[in-house]
């Protein structure tokens, strides 16, 4: 399942869904809830309250007993629809000093009946996913109405051997470096500076605000890190000028890559991203240059590449 603070919904693949991968090239074993097999799921019918709260406003067409269905479309264009039913979701709540304990939470949430685009293929297919965003729709947001849990959670990813620990709940023990959050409809936070190689980026201030909305977005359903065009150049530059006999390659249109045979952490710069608070997230080469070996990437001698794409935290 993938974890999403970008969106707000928890929705599972269910039975009798029509494009619904079977397979994942990821390596995991991919299940179809059946909410009929589920001795205490109820579905949730458009006349409740917890379907208008969920869906924030008023139901059109709503007769008493018809099921609350929703559709949800993703920045890639991607979409999923079905209906919401609800069960019991067991979960890891924190406990502190590295500890979890296991709590069991009534949600309502959504049974997948239909995909389109990337969501039924099989190159990333998972079997939901978990939306972590703000609004009355999370499970979050569920839980801590319910008086369950403080709105918290903890998502730390593994960038060298995959995976990671996500639980919720406030973490008391060991005691964490924060940086605080900008009011905005998703996890917004402030950026002040970038720096590479131990230079601070001469950027002009406001940069990183997007419009009229405060702060950079963080988002677990995001793969890369995207930064302003201003911003990409100068730290480009900056890592440019660490191998400068190096000629780099334009792949897919879109990916700067080098072709590059040493170590390279040691071969190219650290990137710092600062916050507020003096909170400083430091990015080694090896998050933020990979190596390729897919053909797909592959340039026309066939020799492998390094490709320079986003960091893996």
Known sequence: MNVDTGSDLLWVNCVGCQKCPKKSDLGISLALYNPKASSSAKTVTCDQQICRSTLNGAISNCKVGKQCSYSITYGDGSSATGYFVKDIVQLDRVSGDHQTTSMNGNVAFGCGSQKSGEMGSSQAAVDGILGFGQANSSMLSQLASAKMVKKIFSHCLDG??????????????????????????????????????????????????????????????????????????????????????????????????????????????????????????????????????????????????????????
């Open 160 to 313: 060298s051997k995959g995976g990671g620990i996500f639980a919720i709940g406030e973490v008391v023990q060991p005691k964490v470096k924060t940086t605080p959050l900008i009011p905005e409809e998703h996890y917004n936070v402030e950026m002040k500076a970038i720096e590479v190689g131990g230079q601070v980026l001469q950027l002009p201030r406001g940069i990183f605000d997007a419009g009229a909305k405060r702060g950079i977005i963080i988002d677990s359903g995001t793969t890369l890190a995207y930064l302003p065009d201003l911003a990409y150049k100068q730290v480009m530059e900056k890592i440019k000028v660490a191998q400068p006999n190096i000629k780099s390659h334009i792949v897919d249109h879109q990916f700067t890559c080098y072709k590059y045979p040493g170590n390279v952490d040691k071969g190219f710069p650290v990137v710092t991203f600062h916050f507020a608070n003096s909170l400083s997230l430091k990015l080694y080469p090896h998050h933020y240059l990979f190596e390729v070996e897919d053909s797909n990437l592959q340039m026309k001698d066939g020799k492998d590449i390094t490709l320079l794409g986003g960091y893996q935290a």
